[in-house]
């Protein structure tokens, strides 16, 4: 997937060890440990898992500031940068929350093809981490130090230099729409990928000041400078780099997008000249009228055009009212000069802010589910809806998140997936992700007759190679043992699975739960409190909390986030045999049955002869409980009026004691 492109959860968790986006709560991590306490700040190491979400691919020194991470979400399927401030900035938790809320600003930008996504802030070991796309392609100020800026001789280095500017200038016409000015406009913090897309980052982090900041006399030129000299979080000092910032910057004045169309313009000049000779980029008329005077520094380097001159010494008018009205003004004039230069229209089209909008509101979706806000993800893919009614990848995700929560059948999912590929015809998305519902329902040989008819502009690229690979193993090893899992002390005596198979629940002999990732057969959570062997066990439909029963005659409920047992409901006078919780699980309020092999008396017991009952499944609406006994047939319990009806062959005096308890 680009760079930008919207994110889609992944199916093939059987395969591979990439788990879904919408996945396990996102604290579940080794047995009876969280990633908190697992992982230091500063302290991860490449091969690292976090929060059994994040694989720890490279580390990064970032100076004074800290440290930043490539790590690999599994769950997306693609590479973050987690940005991780040292410890020492945070002197209190005010801080920490200041940092939080400036660092918010930039995941509010959403998607935009020139700008650094910031998907999330979150805390580990109570330090707050900044969780960004990562662009691979190293920063604009490496391209310039290492001369890759220029390569191909001055002709193509000058429609190089004119082509990041626009990117540059669209990347911060976006921010500026949104109300937001970045402070600390510099060629560090423009990201480029391998094929010449900028991309500018670290919006918000300009206030976000460590404690002390250090003063701008100290730190001038520091954004070369070495670890022991950059003491700031992610920005060169109080908020600003003194060799690009603007004369109201260093005057404490004020601050709005003129600002930082001084600072784009300083850039630009760096660019020109090839390095920073200045500290002060208050100065950056004189420097300008330096450079017209003297020239490139070496062969290597492509003049300036007299209009970009002209247009930089608009930009580095004292008094912001002078300068550009905007970003849009300087990209017209930009386009005319590289249309004037080269004889061609520029080639990259102007970004489309419906498209982008609704893949914007997709992403930052699926970042909620990360978080485990999955109410407010709904929110936002309804608005993306709204947007592009025939949005892939939101009316993917919505239907998935749904269709896992019990609240969405297949079929109808499969539908909608189906209109939106009639929506968008040639297009080789819709059909990929169809196939990823039948690859999750278990219906390989559907889904492999999809992906063979994916047309030609998909069918080469990784996911879909991939999902076609699933498919056909799958189909293969259909029927095998693929995995096992071994810890409990005591004979298993019950299992279930998640609605999606990627978690697993087991009861034991020793009086213990466990949960365990499917994906890789490691035991996630041992949950420990009945006095007597596990009898049965239930997941609700979103994986959120557990239910048990056992031979100590409770039933108990679980955070399966926390582990902790948060209700014991009590009543039988005998082994409580059979649990499921309702369908509507995910709402904390479902009625729970239990089966205990005596008849019982409380409200809501259907009390008949005493027979065993072995299972205890509820219907799809939540409205009836069903019990499966030792005698030779089933019978059905009404749970909304008490009354009972027994299946073929078991009349009254053969049915069974229900019971059902409201969680509220």
């Known amino acids: 997937m680009g760079d930008s492109s919207s994110k889609r959860s992944s199916p093939w968790w059987w395969l591979s060890d990439e ?40 580390v990064f020194t970032s100076g004074g500031r800290g440290l930043v991470y490539r790590v690999h979400h599994r769950g997306w399927n693609m590479d973050l940068a987690v940005k991780c401030p040292r410890s020492e900035f945070f002197q209190s938790e005010q801080d920490k929350a200041d940092f939080e809320q400036e660092a918010e600003t930039w995941v509010k930008l959403g998607l935009h093809p020139h700008l650094a996504t910031c998907h999330y802030i979150r805390r580990l070991n109570g330090i707050p981490h900044v969780f960004a796309e990562y662009v691979a392609g190293g920063s604009l100020a490496e391209w310039i130090r290492s001369r890759k800026l220029y390569a191909g001789g001055p002709t193509r280095a000058l429609e190089r230099i004119l082509d990041i500017a626009i990117q540059f200038a669209w990347g911060l016409q976006h921010a500026h729409e949104q109300g937001l ?3 600390d406009v510099k060629p560090g913090n423009v990201l480029m990928t391998s094929d010449g897309i900028a991309k500018v980052t670290d919006f918000g982090m300009a206030r976000a000041k460590p404690v002390g900041a250090v003063s701008c006399a100290y730190a001038s030129g520091s954004e070369y400078a070495s670890g022991s000299e950059q003491n700031t979080i992610l920005v060169s000092a109080g908020g600003l780099t003194p060799a690009f910032c603007s004369p109201e910057q260093i005057q404490g004045r004020p601050v709005s997008r003129k600002t930082d169309i001084w600072s784009w313009g300083v850039s630009l000049l760096h660019m020109f000249i090839g390095s920073t000779y200045w500290s002060a980029g ?50 017209t004039v930009l386009q005319r000069l590289y249309a004037q230069t080269f004889g061609r229209s520029y080639r990259r089209p102007a970004p489309q802010a419906a498209k982008a909008r609704a893949d914007a509101l997709n992403n930052r979706a699926l970042s909620l589910c990360d978080l485990n806000k999955h109410d407010e993800a709904e929110q936002l893919w309804q608005e993306a809806l709204t947007i592009s009614p025939q949005h892939p990848e939101s009316t993917y995700n919505l239907g998935l998140t749904r269709w896992r929560g019990g609240r969405l059948n297949a079929e109808t999912l499969r539908q909608q997936l189906y209109e939106v590929g009639q929506a968008h015809p040639g297009e080789w998305l819709p059909a990929y992700l169809l196939a990823r519902v039948q690859l999750e329902e278990g219906d390989w040989r559907s889904a492999l007759e999809v992906l063979e008819r994916v047309p030609a502009s998909g069918a080469g690229l990784d996911e879909v190679r991939a999902a076609r690979k699933a498919a056909q193993d799958c189909l293969h090893n259909s029927g095998r043992l693929v995995r096992r899992f071994t810890g409990h002390n005591g004979w ?50 979103d994986g959120r909390v557990a239910l048990s029963g056992s031979a100590d005659r409770t039933l108990r409920l679980w955070q399966i986030e926390t582990g902790e047992c948060f209700r014991i409901l009590e009543g039988h006078r005998n082994w409580v045999l059979a649990v499921a919780l309702s369908s509507d699980g995910r709402l904390l309020s479902p009625v729970v049955a239990t089966v205990s092999s005596n008849c019982g008396t409380r409200p809501r017991a259907f009390a ?9 499944p509820f219907s799809p609406c939540a409205t009836a409980a069903m019990a499966g006994t030792f005698c030779p047939a089933a019978a059905i319990a009404h749970c909304c009026c008490g009354t009972s009806r027994a299946g073929t062959g078991c009349g009254l005096s053969r049915a069974i004691a229900i019971k059902c308890w409201p969680l509220r």
């Not at 998640?498 to 949960?515: E, F, V």
Request: aromatic share 6%.
């Open 492 to 541: 298993v005596s019950s299992v279930c699975t998640g609605r999606t198979g990627r978690s697993i629940l087991s009861g034991s002999a020793d009086g213990t739960l466990k949960l365990w990732n499917a994906m890789n057969g490691r035991c996630l959570r041992t949950l420990e409190g009945h006095a007597e062997w596990v009898t049965s066990v239930g997941l609700s439909a």
């Open 19 to 58: 788990s879904p986006a919408v996945s396990l709560p996102p604290t579940v991590t080794y047995e009876g440990r969280s990633a908190e306490a697992e992982t230091t700040a500063g302290l991860w190491k490449p091969g690292d898992v976090l929060l059994d979400l994040y694989e720890v691919r490279e």
């Open 608 to 616: 008949c002869a005493r027979w065993t009952a072995m299972t205890a």
């Open 282 to 331: 208050y100065l950056a008329a004189s420097i300008l009228a330096d450079y017209r005077e003297r020239g490139p520094a070496d062969a290597g380097l492509p003049p300036m055009p007299l209009p970009l001159a002209e247009l930089l010494q608009q930009c580095f008018q004292a008094n912001p009212e002078d300068r550009p009205r905007d970003m849009l003004e300087i990209i």
């Open 181 to 183: 000015v970045h402070r």
